[in-house]
């Protein structure tokens, strides 16, 4: 059976700071609403107005030698490209990257629909290794899939929320 939603992003709120993440920035998103407020509650959210720029901040913590994460819808992903290409991903900077998947089903908005499409293959084609949330596989499974990549092997991630994870709806 799957978690109530709210308890879904209480849950990985949870095991993203077990897992040593941390500290947590974030630019406004409705998908990932949820997820804000579990964080937020649980350990503090950093809010950042653009995501290129939280990126930015993220580094200097994965330098400090923590365990960074940016929450970001995948609009600013798209606006994030050449902090990720030019300094976190030749620098093997250690970050988590929550991205949310606007432009996919069920969020029919036109002004979305190429990222949606361009997301997964962009991050891919940048070197980041992707996931997709997924309740059904288990939260406890993907944060150790991060915190392998992440905090073990020290490369940057990104976990892929569909706009349905935490309840959104159109």
């Not at 709210?6 to 949870?14: H, K, P, Q, T, Y």
Request: neutral net charge; charged residues 15%; contains cysteine.
């Amino acid at each position: 059976m799957q978690a109530p939603v709210v308890g879904l992003a209480d849950e990985l709120s949870e095991r993203l700071v077990h897992s040593g993440f941390g500290p947590f920035y974030g630019t406004p998103c409705g998908i990932l609403a949820p997820l804000f407020t579990a964080i937020d509650h649980r350990t503090g959210l950093r809010p950042v107005v653009r995501e290129d720029n939280a990126v930015g901040l993220a580094a200097g913590a994965a330098l400090a030698g923590r365990a960074p994460v940016v929450l970001m819808q995948n609009s600013g992903l798209g606006q994030s490209v050449n902090a990720l290409a030019s300094l976190v991903v030749p620098y093997k900077l250690a970050m988590l990257l929550i991205v949310s998947l606007r432009g996919v089903d069920p969020d029919p908005t036109q002004e979305n629909l190429v990222m949606g499409r361009v997301t997964e293959p962009l991050l891919g084609s940048l070197g980041i290794e992707t996931a997709t949330l997924d309740a059904v596989t288990g939260l406890a499974e993907q944060a150790a899939w991060a915190h392998k990549v992440v905090v073990q092997q020290c490369r940057p991630a990104a976990l892929l929320v569909p706009p349905k994870a935490f309840g959104w709806r159109p």
